[in-house]
């Protein structure tokens, strides 16, 4: 079975511009989180969707969106880019709550490395 | 909010040696999971062990298990027979079993195994 997908791999924008981030997840995975890793930590939590809708968001900007798609693919959007926002993008599916004993378990696609410059 | 420490930001260990990567973490809550993941150089964060909060036995998979101490909050990850494509960081991770499945991490353990 195919596992989380991410595109693009790498990404390199200018200060100021926007960027979408797309994620695939597991088949039959309801839910899909993102994540921020800068390097040299560990990432942090920036949205969960559930069924299309958002679940949770953490301590990121408006600058900051996402939405999720019938087929529960999912994009990440990101304003007006600053510096700081460089990092690599982990999207994390999962069956959902309340899915089965192990729907709490998330799954991890490769990242996206984004460059701002 | 939940936090997770892990103090060891680097450790070593010898080919077939075994090892132990430490964990705390602080929440109020009493339904949780608690989480290692693993994130080669090739950065795929990869779910080595899981355990959830309401069950007492120590979680195992294969080479790895668990040390699960709820009173003291603390979850160390024990490698047994470490070999090479062990080297990695290791995250220790918490999601409260309530609410959004939102999941926080700690720093990191930079772990090499020495041929």
């Known amino acids: 079975d195919a596992g989380v997908t991410q595109s693009p791999t790498h990404l390199i924008k200018t200060r100021g511009q926007q960027v979408t981030l797309r994620c695939s997840p597991i088949?039959?995975?309801?839910?899909v989180s993102w994540y921020q890793q800068v390097l040299g930590q560990g990432p942090q939590f920036i949205f969960q969707y559930y069924e299309k809708e958002e679940r949770g968001r953490g301590n990121f900007p408006d600058r900051f969106s996402a939405r999720q798609f019938p087929n529960y693919s999912s994009e990440l959007n990101v304003n007006a880019l600053l510096l700081g926002d460089s990092a690599l993008y982990l999207c994390?599916?999962?069956f959902g709550p309340g899915q089965g004993s192990s729907s709490y378990e998330q799954y991890f696609g490769p990242g996206t490395r984004l460059t701002v410059t | 909010a939940q936090t997770v420490t892990q103090s060891q930001p680097e450790m070593s260990v010898q080919e077939a040696e075994t090892v132990t990567l430490s964990c705390t973490y602080d929440?109020?809550?009493?339904?949780?999971?608690l989480f290692w993941y693993k994130q080669p150089p090739s950065r795929q964060m990869i779910l080595v062990i899981r355990q959830e909060a309401y069950k007492q036995q120590n979680a195992t998979e294969n080479r790895f298990s668990v040390n699960f101490q709820k009173a003291a909050k603390s979850f160390s990850l024990k490698i047994s027979d470490s070999q090479l494509g062990d080297t990695a960081m290791y995250f220790c991770a918490f999601m409260s079993a309530g609410g959004y499945q939102k999941v926080t991490f700690g720093t990191g353990t930079k772990l090499q195994v020495i041929p």
């Open positions: 929440t109020s809550e009493n339904n949780y999971y």
């Open positions: 994390a599916s999962s």
């Open positions: 088949s039959g995975h309801k839910s």
